[in-house]
């Protein structure tokens, strides 16, 4: 008697098991929300919603862009950190809130390795060196030539943290002893330098680009060591100083919350990897000044740890302290 209860019993749990499995929704079967560290107009926020429409059609739910800039990404990344791991909210994130904040703040509010799952990297982006158009200068020499000239009125704007790193480390490389400007958001520090009301700053190329065409930003140089396809007509900032070594480009890839389970992990990388991958998104990252790098979470999450110790060294060299 007790044995056959207690199979009843197993074969009752079994039922209502089965019985909860079914009544689960399918995944997905609500909104997505992808957020974004940065600005709307950064480049961040334009791949963003290029992805986010493309994952939309393949999934078969909305995709809503979310930006929560501000901190230098801390604000979005502390946001996603503690989301719930069900799928519904991921987040493109940069070498700025993954590599760069941990060395740039002493209390950061996340763990870029520990509170996230990764899903798939997405592209480069070089950054080039640029200066208003109020500023008389051609070319980096004449820049560091304007420097002397006007010690007092050296600046630089940033938005983000490779664009304070790579400025910090040309400060200290030619000695302008520039002040820093912190902003927000790279789109506001780009209206200041357009303004006339900061001297100099470096910004990803896909954000520059249309103020570059129409004049009211000029490019001085590009930020990686080797000339970039996207700017043939840029010098190095390693070659124009004749000093090697000055490399720096800004990653961007797609992640989850950590303790995403494993099926969602994987629909979400499957998909995403399609899109970034596809020969239409590509061309698109290309036109608007990206390099792309289409990698699988297998392949992404050990270029995210590698990358955390690379740009440690980058921020030590700058000689920026903690905030």
């Known amino acids: 008697m007790h044995s056959l209860l207690k199979?009843?019993?197993i074969t009752v749990c079994a039922a209502l098991a089965c019985g909860a499995a079914q009544a689960q929704p399918a995944y997905p079967s609500q909104p997505l929300h992808l957020v974004t560290a940065f600005a709307a107009g950064s480049a961040s926020d334009i791949v963003a919603r290029m992805i986010a429409e493309k994952l939309q059609g393949a999934l078969g739910q909305p995709v809503i862009v979310e930006n929560k800039p501000g901190a230098s990404g801390q604000?979005?990344?502390?946001?996603?950190a503690r989301a719930q791991p069900d799928g519904y909210t991921i987040m493109l994130a940069t070498n700025t809130t993954h590599s760069s904040n941990p060395y740039l703040f002493k209390n950061l509010r996340y763990d870029p390795i520990k509170d996230f799952t990764p899903l798939v990297?997405?592209?480069?982006?070089?950054?080039?060196?640029?200066?208003?158009?109020?500023?008389?200068v051609k070319?980096?020499?004449e820049l560091l030539a304007y420097g002397k000239q006007h010690p007092q009125a050296m600046n630089y704007a940033y938005?983000?943290?490779?664009?304070?790193?790579?400025?910090?480390s040309f400060d200290k490389i030619t000695g302008l002893a520039a002040a820093a400007i912190p902003y927000k958001s790279t789109p506001q520090a780009m209206t200041d330098i357009i303004g006339g009301?900061?001297?100099?700053?470096?910004?990803?190329?896909?954000?520059?680009?249309?103020?570059?065409?129409?004049?009211?930003?000029r490019a001085l140089a590009v930020s990686t060591e080797?000339?970039?396809?996207?700017?043939?007509?840029?010098?190095?900032?390693?070659?124009?100083?004749?000093?090697?070594?000055?490399?720096?480009?800004?990653?961007?890839g797609i992640f989850g919350p950590a303790k995403l389970p494993q099926p969602i992990a994987a629909r979400l990388g499957d998909e995403l990897y399609r899109i970034v991958a596809s020969q239409e998104v590509q061309q698109k990252l290309k036109q608007m000044g990206a390099d792309p790098t289409p990698a699988r979470a297998a392949?992404?999450?050990?270029?995210?740890?590698?990358?955390?110790?690379?740009?440690?060294?980058k921020v030590a060299q700058a000689g920026i302290e903690p905030q």
């Open 7 to 9: 199979r009843l019993g």
């Open 299 to 313: 392949d992404f999450g050990p270029f995210v740890v590698r990358q955390k110790a690379v740009w440690g060294e």
């Open 226 to 252: 080797q000339p970039s396809a996207l700017a043939p007509d840029l010098p190095p900032v390693s070659k124009a100083l004749g000093k090697p070594g000055f490399d720096l480009a800004a990653w961007v």
């Open 197 to 217: 009301r900061a001297t100099f700053m470096f910004v990803d190329l896909a954000s520059a680009a249309g103020h570059i065409q129409s004049g009211s930003l």
């Open 159 to 168: 938005g983000n943290s490779t664009g304070q790193i790579a400025a910090a």
């Open 121 to 136: 990297q997405v592209c480069n982006f070089p950054f080039v060196l640029v200066v208003g158009k109020q500023v008389p």
């Open 75 to 80: 604000v979005a990344s502390d946001y996603v």
């Open 139 to 141: 070319s980096v020499g």
